[in-house]
């Protein structure tokens, strides 16, 4: 099961209420605006702050 794309967009990061782009971070919701990482983990994305990881558009490996 993919994620609706119109679901998608009412994401926003939970730190910054900045917007999520899940187009540079395929596996998951990249925030660009405090470049940190959610991770999507069987269909359910995980917005916890203290789980995301440090992200960096230069250092997403090529699928
Ligand atoms: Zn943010």
Known sequence: MALDPDFVA???CP????KLS???APE???C??????YSVEDD???FN???AR?????ETPAL
């Open 32 to 37: 660009v605006g405090c470049k940190l990482f």
């Open 49 to 51: 702050v203290e789980d």
């Open 22 to 24: 899940s187009e540079k």
């Open 10 to 12: 009412l994401f926003c």
């Open 44 to 46: 359910v994305p995980n």
């Open 15 to 18: 730190q910054c209420r900045g």
């Open 28 to 30: 998951g919701f990249a």
């Open 54 to 58: 440090p992200w960096a558009p230069s």
